[in-house]
C-alpha cells in the first residue's frame, strides 16, 4: 500500500486529499452496550440495519472461530477493510467498504467483539476469537507506523493512527464489563484485555492507567477464572513498570509500580487457586525484590505449579550461578525429593541438562527454541558439583547423589565419556572422587546390572583402590596433625582442607563397600590396609564407621567370619586405648583393659597409681589429662559402637563381646561423665538386642535413663527400649507394667518436651502396626493415647507428631480388621477424655475452634476408621463405585451396643448428644453376624421404646439404626420362614416402636421419599405410597440432617399431638410398623 497518511492526523497534507470526516473523540453510543455491570447478563446494543461493511466483518470473525492456522491471513483481509474505511482510495476501484468510515468499521468490529463476551470458558471458539482480536490489533498498529514512516520511539505520547483509536475505543467498551454480575462476561472481558495488554508493544498513558485500575479491582474476583485472567495482564504491566522506572522522573509512578508489585506477590503467596498462581509465577518479571518469592513456589501445594518452578521458571532465569549457594541446594533438594514424579524429573532435567550446559559455557537458547547440547566436559561437570558444595551435599542422605543418580541416567553421553585413569586417581579433589563414586553406585545399582560392563572398563581393580586408598588416608591424618598443631591464624584453612580429605577418604571407602573381594590378593591388601587405619587416634568418626563397615564386608558372613570380625576390631580398640595412654603412663604396664572407666572428673584428685610413680601435675594440667582420658573412651566406645552395628549373632557363644561388655562398656555406663555414659548406653543397648536375658536385666537402668535423663539422653532411652521390644517380643512389655507407663508418660510430654512426645510417637506407632504388642489392654492404652495426642490442642504446634499419627492411625485401622475392633474398643473413652479437653478450653477464647477441631467432626472421623468397607480384605467383592459390598461390620454393631450403654450411664446431657449422633454414622451390613444384630436391635428397640433420647437430632441418628436394624431382621424373619416353621425367639421378634416419632433418613432400598412445599409435608412409604399429610396445627414437624456417612440430608420427624398431649399410636399404626413392612411379608 502507499504510504499515506492517516484521516485522523489533521494536517493540511491530510484534509487536503480526505473525502471522509474522521472524528477524533469516541462515539458515546459505543461504550453503552457495555453497561452491564447493573444486570446478569450481556447488554447488546439494538442492532442496526445489515450493510456490507457488517457482512464483510461477520465473515472474518466466523472464519476466525473455526481455526488458528488462519488467523494471519484473517487479519490481512480485515486490514484491508480497515484500511478501506480509514484511508484515502488509492485507485479507482470502488470496494465495499469505501462508502463506510472509521467510525463505522470501529462500531463493527466492537459489535462482533461483544458477541465473545458471554461466552463459556469450556467453549474454545471463545479462546481463538480473542487470540484473533488481539493479533489483528498488533498488525493494524504495525501497519498504521509503517505508513507514518519513522516514529519517535523517545516520544511521551503515542501517534494516533486508526489502530490505536480502534484499541482506545474497544477498550473504554470492554472495561465496564470488568464488574459486570455475569462470571463469564467478566471472564471473556478480563481475558480480552489482559491479550491485549500481552500482544502490544506500546499503549497510551491514560489507557494504561484505565488498564492498570480495571484489573487490579479483578484479582479480588470470586472466580478462579476471572482473577488468573487478571494477574496475567497486570504481570505484563508490572514489568513495563519497572522498566521504565530508572528513566522516569515521575515519583509516583515508582511507587505505583512497586505497589503493584506487591500486590501481585500477596496473590501469589495466598491466593487459594493454583491456576492463578501459578500463571503470576511465569508472568511476574524476575527481580532481585521477587525472585525469592517465585522460588517458594517450589513448595507449593500444586503439584503443577511446582513443577512450572523447575520446568518454566528456573530455566527463564538464566545461569544458575546467580543463585546463591544455599538457595540452589535448597531448590535441588526440593525438587528431587517431591512426592510428585513429574516434579522430581523435571528437576533432574534442569541439573543434567541446562544446569551443566551452563558451566560448559553454552550460550542460552533463543524464545522457543532448543537449547544446544555441548558435548562433554568433565571439568564442567567438577564446576557443577562444586556449585552445588558437594562436600557437605554429598554426605550420607545428601542431595548430590540423588541429582547425580538422574545425571548419570539422563547423560549416556557422559557415560560414556568419563575416564578414571592414574592421573585422575593421583590427583583427586572433592569433587572427582564424587563423580567415580556416583558412577560405581549407579553402575551397580541401576539397570538391572546392563551397566556393570563400564565399572570392568573404567574403575580400578581392588589392589589398586587399596593403594590409593591408603595414599589419602596418609594425606588426612597429616592434615589432622598439622590441624593441630597450627596457629590460630592458619585455623580456618586448614580445617577446610582437613574436611576435603576427610571427604575423600569417605568416598574411596563408600566405594570400597561395594568392590568384588573374590580376588585374595586385593582382599588381603585392603584388610591389612583397614585394619592398620583403625588403629589410628585421630580417625575421623566417619571414616571410622566406613572403615568398621567395609572390614565387616571383607570377613565371611558366617559366625566364624563374624568371631574374626569382632576380634579385629576389639585389637585395634585396645591399640587406640593404648598408644594414647602410654604417653601419660608409661610405666602403668600391667593396667588392665577396664582403665576405660573413666577414674578422674573435674574435680578428682589424681589416682593412687599416680601419686606413687607420677609427679603431682597441675590444676590446668590435670584438667587436660581428664579431657584427653575422655576423647580416649568416647573413640573406643565409638568403634565399638560401629562394630556392634554389623553384629547379628548371639552375645554369649561370641567371647570377645562377652570380655568387650564386661570391660569397656559397663565400667563406661558407670563413669561419672556424661558424654562417656551416654554412649555406653548406647552401647549397651546394642549388647541388649544380642541377648534377651541382658535386655531383661537392664530394662530398668533404661527405664532410670529415661525419667532422669535430659532430652536427648530420653529419647536415646526410648529407642533403645523400641528396639528391645522389636527384637525381644511384647512380652517384656506385658511383664513390666512401668515400661508402659514409661511409653504413656512420654506420650503426653508434648508440652514439657514436643521432641520426647515425637520420638515416642513414632515408636509406639512401629510397635502397633509391626503388631509387636499384642495384649488388647495394652494396645487399647497406646492407642487411645495416640488418638487423643492427634487431636487434642497441645499437639498442633508439634508438626512431627501430627504427620506422623497422619499417616499412622488410617493405615493402621484399614490394615486389618482386629486393628478396626481395636480402635472400635477405644472409640468411646478417647472421645470421653478429649470432651474433657475440650471443656477445659477458655469458652471465652475465640480461637477454641481454632485450636481443637469440633468433637463432631472428631466423631465422624473415628467411625471412617472403623468403617469395615475400608478395610483391606483380600479376595472381597468390590462394587462399581469401588466400595465393598456385604461386608462384615460387626466392629460397627459393637460400637453401637457400647454406645447404647454409654447413653444408658451418667454422662452429662452435652456429651451423650454427641455420642448418640455416632449411631447414625455406622454401617450395618446383613453380612454382620445373626447373634449381634439381634442383640443390637433389641436394645435398640428398648431405647426407642423407653424414650432414652430427648433432642431431635439424637433421637433421629437412633431411629435411623432403628430402621436399618429392622430391615435386616425382618429379612432373617423371612428367610427363616421361608426355609421352614420355626418359632422366633425373643430377641429376635418384630419389636414394634412404642414411640410416635419416626426417622425417615435411612440406609434403605430408597422406597421412600420426603416431599415438601407449600407449608406441608408428605411422606411416601413403600410401594403401596401411603401419604401422611401434615394437618395445619394437627402435626408437629422436627426435621434433622443425618445419614450414615457423616453427611447431612432431610429427615422428617412427625409425632401427632391430640389435645396438647403427646399420644402413642399402637402397634398395628406404627409408623415404624409401615417402614418395616416387606412385600414379602404376605407370605407369612
Same mark, same amino acid.
Given at each position: 500500500m502507499p504510504a499515506r497518511t492517516s484521516r485522523s492526523a489533521r494536517t493540511s497534507t491530510a484534509a487536503a486529499h480526505s473525502h471522509k470526516s474522521s472524528v477524533g473523540s469516541f462515539n458515546p453510543r459505543a461504550s453503552t452496550a457495555s453497561r452491564a455491570s447493573s444486570s446478569a447478563h450481556l447488554d447488546i446494543p439494538a442492532e442496526?440495519?445489515?450493510?456490507?461493511?457488517?457482512?464483510?466483518?461477520?465473515?472474518?470473525?466466523?472464519?476466525?472461530?473455526?481455526?488458528?492456522?488462519?488467523?494471519?491471513?484473517?487479519?490481512?483481509?480485515?486490514?484491508?477493510?480497515?484500511?478501506?474505511?480509514?484511508?484515502?482510495?488509492?485507485?479507482?476501484?470502488?470496494?465495499?467498504?469505501?462508502?463506510?468510515?472509521?467510525?463505522?468499521?470501529?462500531?463493527?468490529?466492537?459489535?462482533?467483539?461483544?458477541?465473545?463476551?458471554?461466552?463459556k470458558k469450556s467453549e474454545g471458539v471463545g479462546e481463538k476469537t480473542i487470540r484473533f482480536i488481539g493479533l489483528f490489533l498488533r498488525h493494524s498498529i504495525e501497519k498504521d507506523n509503517e505508513a507514518m514512516g519513522e516514529v519517535d520511539e523517545d516520544a511521551s505520547t503515542m501517534p494516533e493512527t486508526p489502530g490505536t483509536r480502534l484499541t482506545g475505543h474497544l477498550v473504554e467498551t470492554i472495561l465496564p464489563l470488568l464488574t459486570a454480575k455475569d462470571k463469564f462476561v467478566r471472564y471473556r472481558s478480563t481475558q480480552l484485555i489482559s491479550h491485549i495488554i500481552n500482544s502490544l508493544d506500546a499503549i497510551d498513558d491514560d489507557l494504561f492507567q484505565k488498564l492498570r485500575s480495571g484489573l487490579l479491582k479483578r484479582i479480588r474476583d470470586k472466580e478462579a477464572m476471572v482473577r488468573a485472567q487478571a494477574v496475567l495482564g497486570l504481570g505484563r504491566l508490572a514489568g513495563n513498570q519497572i522498566e521504565a522506572e530508572p528513566n522516569s522522573d515521575d515519583s509516583d509512578d515508582g511507587e505505583a509500580a512497586v505497589g503493584l508489585l506487591e500486590k501481585l506477590l500477596e496473590v501469589l503467596q495466598n491466593d487459594p487457586s493454583a491456576d492463578v498462581r501459578r500463571s503470576l509465577l511465569v508472568n511476574l518479571p524476575i527481580l532481585p525484590t521477587t525472585l525469592p518469592y517465585l522460588l517458594e513456589r517450589a513448595r507449593d501445594q500444586d503439584a503443577m505449579t511446582r513443577r512450572a518452578v523447575y520446568s518454566r521458571l528456573l530455566p527463564a532465569l538464566g545461569d544458575f550461578r546467580h543463585l546463591s549457594l544455599s538457595m540452589r541446594e535448597k531448590l535441588l533438594r526440593s525438587g528431587l525429593r517431591d512426592r510428585d514424579e513429574n516434579v522430581r524429573k523435571a528437576a533432574g532435567r534442569l541439573f543434567r541438562?541446562?544446569?551443566?550446559?551452563?558451566?560448559?559455557?553454552?550460550p542460552p537458547p533463543a524464545e522457543g527454541g532448543q537449547p544446544e547440547v555441548s558435548p562433554p566436559s568433565i571439568e564442567a561437570l567438577l564446576e557443577l558439583l562444586e556449585r552445588i558444595d558437594v562436600v557437605n551435599s554429598g554426605v550420607e542422605n545428601g542431595v548430590a547423589l540423588e541429582a547425580m543418580k538422574g545425571f548419570w541416567e539422563g547423560r549416556p553421553d557422559y557415560r560414556e565419556a568419563v575416564t578414571f585413569d592414574d592421573n585422575f586417581w593421583e590427583t583427586l579433589s572433592a569433587e572427582s572422587v564424587f563423580v567415580a563414586r556416583s558412577f560405581n553406585d549407579f553402575c551397580r545399582t541401576e539397570g538391572n546390572g546392563k551397566f556393570e560392563y563400564l565399572i570392568e572398563e573404567k574403575l580400578p581393580e581392588v589392589t589398586k583402590v587399596a593403594f590409593y586408598l591408603e595414599r589419602y588416608i596418609k594425606v588426612l591424618i597429616d592434615a589432622i596433625q598439622r590441624?593441630?598443631?597450627?596457629?590460630?591464624?592458619?585455623?580456618?584453612?586448614?580445617?577446610?582442607?582437613?574436611?576435603?580429605?576427610?571427604?575423600?577418604?569417605?568416598?574411596?571407602?563408600?566405594?570400597?563397600?561395594?568392590?568384588?573381594?573374590?580376588?585374595?590378593?586385593?582382599?588381603?591388601?585392603?584388610?591389612?590396609?583397614?585394619?592398620?587405619?583403625? $588403629?589410628i587416634p585421630e580417625l575421623p568418626d566417619e571414616v571410622t564407621k566406613l572403615t568398621v563397615n567395609v572390614l565387616r564386608d571383607i570377613c565371611a558372613p558366617d559366625s566364624a567370619g563374624e568371631k574374626e570380625f569382632c576380634s579385629i576390631v576389639l585389637e585395634a580398640v585396645a591399640d587406640v586405648h593404648d598408644t594414647i595412654v602410654d604417653d601419660h603412663d608409661a610405666d602403668a604396664?600391667?593396667?588392665?583393659?577396664?582403665?576405660?572407666?573413666?577414674?578422674?572428673?573435674?574435680?578428682?584428685?589424681?589416682?593412687?597409681?599416680?601419686?606413687?610413680?607420677?609427679?603431682?601435675? $597441675?590444676?590446668?594440667?590435670?584438667?587436660?589429662?581428664?579431657?584427653k582420658e575422655i576423647m580416649i573412651n568416647m573413640k573406643c566406645l565409638h568403634i565399638v559402637q560401629c562394630m556392634l552395628s554389623n553384629v547379628a549373632g548371639n552375645l554369649q557363644q561370641n567371647d570377645h563381646l562377652v570380655s568387650m561388655l564386661n570391660n569397656l562398656v559397663v565400667p563406661a555406663v558407670r563413669s561419672h561423665e556424661a558424654p562417656v555414659r551416654e554412649r555406653g548406653l548406647v552401647c549397651l543397648g546394642l549388647c541388649s538386642l544380642l541377648d534377651r536375658s541382658l535386655a531383661e536385666e537392664n530394662l530398668t537402668l533404661f527405664m532410670h535413663f529415661f525419667s532422669k535423663g535430659h532430652t536427648a539422653l530420653q529419647i536415646t532411652a526410648l529407642h533403645i527400649l523400641t528396639d528391645i521390644l522389636n527384637a525381644h517380643g511384647a512380652q517384656l512389655l506385658s511383664a513390666n507394667p512401668t515400661l508402659q507407663k514409661v511409653y504413656i508418660k512420654a506420650l503426653r510430654s508434648g508440652a514439657k518436651s514436643p521432641e520426647v512426645q515425637a520420638a515416642a510417637t513414632v515408636a509406639a506407632s512401629k510397635l502397633l502396626l509391626g503388631r509387636v504388642v499384642s495384649d488388647p489392654v495394652v494396645s487399647g492404652e497406646l492407642l487411645k493415647t495416640l488418638v487423643v495426642a492427634y487431636f487434642e490442642p497441645a499437639s498442633s504446634g508439634n508438626q512431627?507428631?501430627?504427620?506422623?499419627?497422619?499417616?499412622?492411625?488410617?493405615?493402621?485401622?484399614?490394615?486389618?480388621?482386629?486393628?478396626?475392633?481395636?480402635?472400635?474398643?477405644?472409640?468411646?473413652?478417647?472421645?470421653?477424655?478429649?470432651?474433657?479437653?475440650?471443656?477445659?478450653?477458655?469458652?471465652?477464647?475465640?480461637?477454641?475452634?481454632?485450636?481443637m477441631v469440633s468433637l463432631s467432626t472428631i466423631g465422624a472421623c473415628l467411625i471412617d476408621w472403623t468403617d469395615p468397607r475400608k478395610c483391606y480384605t483380600p479376595g472381597a467383592a468390590v462394587g462399581i463405585d469401588g466400595e465393598k459390598k456385604n461386608v462384615n461390620s460387626d466392629v460397627h454393631l459393637d460400637l453401637a451396643r457400647d454406645v447404647l450403654e454409654r447413653l444408658g450411664g451418667n454422662a452429662s446431657k452435652?456429651?451423650?448428644?454427641?455420642?448418640?449422633?455416632?449411631?447414625?454414622?455406622?454401617?450395618?451390613?446383613?453380612?454382620?453376624?445373626?447373634?449381634?444384630?439381634?442383640?443390637?436391635?433389641?436394645?435398640?428397640?428398648?431405647?426407642?421404646?423407653?424414650?432414652?433420647? $430427648?433432642?431431635?437430632?439424637?433421637r433421629n441418628a437412633l431411629y435411623k439404626i432403628h430402621v436399618s436394624l429392622g430391615k435386616i431382621v425382618n429379612s432373617l424373619d423371612s428367610a427363616a420362614a421361608a426355609a421352614g416353621p420355626t418359632m422366633l425367639t425373643a430377641g429376635g421378634r418384630r419389636s414394634m416402636s412404642r414411640s410416635a416419632s419416626v426417622a425417615l433418613s435411612v440406609d434403605g432400598d430408597g422406597d421412600r421419599t420426603a416431599v415438601q412445599g407449600g407449608g406441608k409435608s408428605a411422606v411416601l412409604l413403600n410401594d403401596?405410597?401411603?401419604?401422611?399429610?401434615?394437618?395445619?396445627?394437627?402435626?408437629?414437624?422436627?426435621?434433622?440432617?443425618?445419614?450414615?456417612?457423616?453427611?447431612?440430608?432431610?429427615?422428617?420427624?412427625?409425632q401427632r399431638k391430640q389435645g396438647g398431649q403427646g399420644t402413642t399410636r399402637g402397634v398395628d399404626d406404627s409408623l415404624v410398623d409401615d417402614l418395616l413392612t416387606d412385600e414379602n411379608e404376605d407370605e407369612f
Open positions: 442496526t440495519p445489515d450493510n456490507a461493511l457488517r457482512t464483510q466483518v461477520a465473515t472474518v470473525f466466523r472464519e476466525a472461530q473455526r481455526t488458528t492456522a488462519s488467523h494471519r491471513k484473517l487479519a490481512v483481509t480485515l486490514r484491508k477493510v480497515q484500511e478501506a474505511c480509514c484511508y484515502e482510495p488509492t485507485s479507482a476501484k470502488k470496494s465495499a467498504a469505501s462508502d463506510f468510515d472509521e467510525d463505522d468499521f470501529n462500531n463493527e468490529f466492537v459489535r462482533c467483539v461483544l458477541r465473545v463476551m458471554p461466552i541438562e541446562r544446569w551443566i550446559e551452563d558451566c560448559a559455557g553454552t590441624a593441630n598443631e597450627q596457629e590460630v591464624d592458619d585455623e580456618d584453612e586448614e580445617e577446610s582442607d582437613t574436611v576435603e580429605q576427610e571427604f575423600i577418604v569417605e568416598q574411596l571407602l563408600h566405594i570400597a563397600l561395594t568392590l568384588d573381594y573374590s580376588d585374595e590378593v586385593g582382599r588381603r591388601k585392603m584388610f591389612a590396609l583397614l585394619r592398620q587405619t583403625l $588403629s604396664d600391667d593396667e588392665s583393659f577396664h582403665s576405660a572407666k573413666s577414674e578422674v572428673s573435674s574435680d578428682s584428685t589424681p589416682t593412687k597409681r599416680g601419686k606413687s610413680k607420677t609427679p603431682e601435675l $597441675s590444676e590446668e594440667e590435670a584438667a587436660r589429662k581428664a579431657i512431627s507428631v501430627r504427620q506422623a499419627l497422619n499417616y499412622f492411625l488410617p493405615v493402621f485401622c484399614y490394615s486389618r480388621p482386629e486393628n478396626q475392633e481395636l480402635m472400635g474398643s477405644v472409640v468411646l473413652d478417647a472421645l470421653h477424655t478429649l470432651y474433657n479437653v475440650r471443656e477445659g478450653l477458655d469458652d471465652d477464647d475465640a480461637d477454641v475452634e481454632d485450636e452435652e456429651e451423650k448428644k454427641i455420642i448418640a449422633g455416632l449411631l447414625g454414622k455406622l454401617y450395618i451390613s446383613p453380612s454382620s453376624s445373626e447373634d449381634k444384630i439381634r442383640e443390637v436391635y433389641a436394645l435398640v428397640c428398648e431405647a426407642v421404646e423407653g424414650q432414652l433420647l $430427648s433432642d431431635a437430632t439424637s403401596e405410597e401411603q401419604v401422611i399429610k401434615e394437618e395445619d396445627e394437627e402435626m408437629d414437624e422436627t426435621m434433622d440432617t443425618v445419614d450414615g456417612d457423616g453427611e447431612q440430608e432431610d429427615t422428617v420427624v412427625i
